[in-house]
C-alpha cells in the first residue's frame, strides 16, 4: 500500500521561505515521477512542479524561478524548497504521482503579508 506523508508547512510572511518534505513508502520510488500539487480554499488542485526518476523538473509558470523540487532516492522523499512565498502560495501542499492514487493528509503552507 502507497503512502505519501508531508511536512514542512507553516506560517510565513511573504517573502520567506519554506522546505517541504514527502516520503513515500509502498512503492519503488526511485523510478517514480513525483509530483507537488496545491489546492487553495474554493479552488482545484493544481500541478505546482514535478521531477522525473533521472531528476529533470517541471515548473507550474505561477511558481517558476522561486520554487525548486528535488529528491532523495536514498530517503524516499522528495522536497519542495519554496523562496520568495507570495500571499497566493497559500494552500494546502500535497505530493503525489502523475496519476495520482489517493493524497495524504498534505501539509498547509499560509503565507501573510
Known amino acids: 500500500q502507497v503512502q505519501l506523508v508531508e511536512s514542512g508547512g507553516g506560517l510565513v510572511q511573504a517573502g520567506g521561505s519554506l522546505r517541504l518534505s514527502c516520503v513515500v513508502s509502498g512503492t519503488i520510488f526511485s523510478i517514480r515521477l513525483m509530483v507537488w500539487y496545491r489546492q487553495a480554499p474554493g479552488k482545484q488542485r493544481d500541478m505546482v512542479a514535478s521531477i522525473t526518476a533521472s531528476g529533470r523538473t517541471s515548473y507550474a509558470d505561477s511558481v517558476k524561478g522561486r520554487f525548486t523540487i528535488s529528491r532523495d532516492n536514498a530517503l524516499n522523499t522528495v522536497y519542495l524548497q519554496m523562496d520568495s512565498l507570495k500571499l497566493e502560495d497559500t494552500a494546502v501542499y500535497y505530493c503525489?504521482?502523475?496519476?495520482?492514487?489517493?493524497w495524504g493528509q498534505g501539509t498547509q503552507v499560509t503565507v501573510s503579508s
Open positions: 503525489n504521482f502523475p496519476s495520482p492514487i489517493g
